[in-house]
């Protein structure tokens, strides 16, 4: 039986895993476990959050790190016009108790930044982006 789950959603039959998987927010909790599944798996990845992280230093295989504030088009256009993506996950958003106590940089994080990647995807590919959230 083939391998199921968010990590083979973006794979096609056309052969293009030789392209990256960006990932926004790919270095909170569920960003992080399916960065981890997507390097396994052989994908080149690309991480796109505005927090550091040292998670992968001594990995054998890193991801690309790109910190990035997702509310920026500019930054976000220069991400997408930089790279060979053929997928986006996009998991990036602001909590619900940070938000709660900066509505609008929630709005901010959590609206604006996905129209960016919305937008991003729409005007530069791929045709493929997966939107997930939790709590934000």
């Not at 500019?74 to 016009?81: A, G, I, L, T």
């Not at 994080?109 to 939790?134: C, D, W, Y």
Request: neutral net charge; contains cysteine; glycine residues 8%.
């Amino acid at each position: 039986m083939p391998a199921t789950g968010p990590a083979t959603w973006c794979a096609e039959a056309k052969g293009r895993y030789n392209m990256a998987k960006l990932v926004t927010g790919g270095t909170g909790f569920i960003g992080a476990c399916l960065v981890d599944q997507l390097l396994e798996r052989g994908d080149e990845v690309i991480v796109l959050d505005r927090m550091p992280t040292n998670r992968w230093d001594k990995a054998a295989k890193k991801p690309k790190f790109v910190m990035v504030d997702i509310t920026s088009w500019s930054e976000v256009m220069n991400v997408f016009k930089e790279n060979s993506i053929d997928c986006v996950f996009h998991l990036a958003g602001m909590l619900s108790l940070p938000a709660e106590a900066n509505p609008w940089a929630a709005f901010q994080v959590n609206v604006v930044g996905t129209m960016n990647m919305l937008e991003a995807v729409r005007l530069l590919g791929p045709n493929k982006l997966i939107f997930a959230s939790t709590t934000a």
